[in-house]
């Protein structure tokens, strides 16, 4: 089994920038990938950005040139650097894995059977 555990939300100007962490613990395929997702009341989760074992990297086209997603393979630790923060960020931000994932989907929830238990973003 994979246990994801995030950490770094909180409250925020419209401006600021917070950075989260994942750590992942438990069996990694050796294809895999990670992401983050953000989902608001009432809305379903939404892909903010991932990558994959290859390096292939995606982002959603509202973050491009905002957010970075990052991994620490040592630390078994995924990251997502949020900067200029907008208050359409607002939502509770996701960490998920995957296995043998399409590197064209990498932002669809489906590619994912692993999740955190999430951590709130407020920009206000």
């Known amino acids: 089994d994979v246990q994801l555990v995030e950490s770094g939300g909180g409250s925020v100007q419209p401006g600021g920038s917070l950075k989260l962490s994942c750590v992942r613990s438990?069996?990694?395929?050796?294809?895999?990938?990670m992401g983050w997702f953000h989902q608001g009341p009432g809305s379903k989760p939404e892909g903010v950005a991932a990558?994959?074992?290859?390096?292939?990297?995606s982002y959603a086209d509202a973050v491009k040139g905002r957010f970075t997603i990052s991994r620490d393979n040592a630390e078994n630790t995924l990251y997502l650097q949020m900067n200029n923060l907008t208050p359409e960020g607002t939502a509770m931000y996701y960490c998920a894995a995957g296995e043998y994932c399409s590197s064209g989907f990498l932002l669809l929830p489906s590619e994912y059977n692993a999740w955190g238990q999430g951590t709130q973003v407020t920009v206000s």
């Open positions: 438990g069996y990694t395929p050796s294809s895999y990938c």
């Open positions: 990558l994959d074992n290859e390096g292939r990297i």
